[in-house]
């Protein structure tokens, strides 16, 4: 139950930063370069400044767009 109170809490914490910021730090590392953390752009699009390659997030993982 504590993974799931954290989980909604990350979620309203995310809503917030999309309302200040279009673009931030994901915390997710790119799992193509692994060198550095996904920028995202909305709540699905994200994106590696270190390799450049785009993702979408699917639910609870991401895939390679
Ligand atoms: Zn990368």
Redo the contacts with the bound molecule.
């Keep these: 139950m504590k993974e799931v109170f954290m989980q909604l809490e990350e979620e309203k914490e995310f809503q917030q930063h999309l309302e200040e910021s279009s673009v931030f730090d994901s915390g997710i590392l ?1 799992p ?2 692994m ?2 953390n996904l920028v995202e752009h909305s709540a699905v699009d994200l994106y ?1 400044e ?2 450049a ?1 785009e993702f979408i997030k699917v639910e609870k993982s991401i895939r390679f767009k």
Excluded: A, D, E
């Design positions: 790119c193509n370069c060198k550095t590696c270190g390799c390659q």
